[in-house]
């Protein structure tokens, strides 16, 4: 019982990371784009 559950906190866990890596690649794609899209403006 104890070995199912750290099995599967360990891929909450990770998943919590795959989410958090996701979130932070779209927070910088979204700041590129941004940077990108004022200097086509200007």
Do not use: D, P
């Not at 998943?15 to 996701?22: A, D, G, P, W, Y």
């Amino acid at each position: 019982l104890k070995y199912t559950v750290s099995i599967s906190f360990v891929r909450a866990y990770q998943m919590t990371i795959v989410t958090q890596n996701m979130s932070l690649f779209h927070a910088h794609f979204s700041k590129t784009a941004q940077i990108n899209f004022v200097k086509i403006t200007q």
